[in-house]
């Protein structure tokens, strides 16, 4: 299941809690600028960390977990968690929680019943990640992953008659060609690989992945607008149905060896680990995205795709040859290209132009300059095409 982002909610601070409007404009800007800096480490780590421990907690030696019962443990701890925080937003009063539950989950049950879409789809992506990446290095599936952006792109502009500027379109095709590169490499036998894993299964299963991602989020996107549940509700009834979903995908899966060998089977405090990054990792990049614009947000992307890369050397003896450094480099430049604003690259596009030739684009004489770009993450105009998706893809 994709955590719902905090970013459309707008919550009063609590008691204690020194609003952004109350301080002194230097001592706002550099709270900002540090929440931005906490915000980048805390996407960079969960990106790679959540690949990294999936990727050596399915390949360390012994008796090996069900990935079905890490899907569906997750999804519990991530509704508890959800769970606790309505409790404490209601002040600690049972009655009130059970009240607000039975009139947001029950009897508006409409909205609720919304969520089983992508819920299902959330729940295919967590077991179709397990796959991939018990298949392919975890740097591979880094870089591979990032095909999540071509497939937004692609059905945010199908569902929600979005547009795409022509350097997103380059970035784009630059993204896949990167792609392309990278499983080219590991097709032709980048360095030595287990027995048991096969390439084509990973690719299969991070492409349909990546498919779910982008339809799921969009799909999310186009049903909650204008929603005025919090961003803990959102995830206690996608919790509710990613628990019921992966708890039949389990049965139908592995329900056999699951009653033979019993639910917690295989599990060390490696797999504990992966549940709870799963489960919490998710939550809090929902808290901190709303600090992140998109730019920090690519920023972020590109970071965890090198700290895999340079983990999986150390931890897993990846090598890294020409191919697969020009591929990830073109998916890197990709995901920063992609996600500057529309403005911004209008003026990268008219400095180049200046600068191979006469200048055709200077400001006419009489005419009021343009307006300054602004730096507010709420502003359309100057935002990049990335939707702003109300989830956070899983692994990403």
């Known amino acids: 299941m994709a955590a719902v982002g905090a970013g459309g909610s707008t919550a009063a601070p609590g008691p204690g809690v020194i609003s952004a409007g109350t301080l002194e404009p230097g001592t706002a800007s550099a709270t900002h600028r540090r929440l931005k800096y906490i915000s980048l480490a805390v996407l960079v780590v969960q990106n790679a960390s959540l690949i990294l421990s999936i990727r050596y907690a399915r390949t360390l030696p012994g008796d090996r977990f069900f990935a079905t019962t890490a899907v569906v443990m997750a999804e519990v701890l991530k509704g508890l968690t959800c769970l606790l925080l309505l409790f404490a937003q209601k002040r600690g009063n049972l009655k009130h929680l059970v009240l607000f539950l039975h009139e947001a989950v029950l009897v508006q049950y409409v909205d609720t019943l919304k969520l089983a879409v992508?819920?299902?789809?959330?729940?295919?992506?967590?077991?179709?990640?397990?796959?991939?990446?018990?298949?392919?290095?975890?740097?591979?599936?880094?870089?591979?992953?990032?095909?999540?952006?071509?497939t937004t792109a692609l059905f945010s502009v199908l569902m929600l008659n979005r547009s795409l500027s022509r350097l997103q379109w380059a970035s784009l095709l630059l993204l896949f060609t990167g792609v392309a590169i990278v499983q080219a490499q590991q097709a032709g036998g980048g360095g030595p690989r287990p027995l048991d894993q096969n390439p084509g299964v990973g690719l299969a299963a991070v492409v349909a992945s990546c498919l779910s991602s982008g339809f799921a989020g969009v799909y999310f996107e186009k049903i909650l607008k204008g929603s005025s549940g919090s961003v803990w509700l959102r995830n206690l009834q996608l919790g509710l149905f990613g628990t019921a979903l992966g708890l039949v995908g389990l049965w139908w899966a592995e329900g056999t060896a699951v009653a033979r060998r019993g639910f917690f089977f295989g599990y060390t405090p490696a797999v504990w680990g992966v549940v709870l990054n799963q489960a919490f990792g998710g939550l809090l990049v929902a808290v901190v995205v709303k600090y992140a614009d998109n730019i920090l947000k690519g920023f972020a992307t590109s970071l965890s795709i090198v700290l895999s890369t340079v983990a999986s050397i150390r931890l897993f003896g990846f090598h890294v040859d020409p191919l697969f450094a020009l591929g990830a480099g073109l998916v890197i430049g990709a995901v920063y290209l992609y996600s500057l604003p529309r403005g911004t690259a209008k003026a990268i596009a008219s400095a180049s132009a200046s600068a191979s030739g006469p200048c055709m684009h200077q400001q006419p004489p009489g005419q009021p300059p343009p307006p300054q770009l602004s730096s507010h993450r709420g502003d359309l105009i100057t935002e990049p095409f990335l939707p702003k998706l109300l989830t956070k893809v899983k692994g990403s």
């Not at 990640?129 to 975890?138: E, K, R």
Request: charged letters at 5%.
């Open 118 to 150: 992508p819920s299902l789809i959330y729940t295919l992506q967590n077991n179709l990640q397990y796959v991939a990446i018990s298949n392919l290095p975890a740097a591979t599936f880094q870089v591979t992953y990032q095909l999540k952006i071509l």
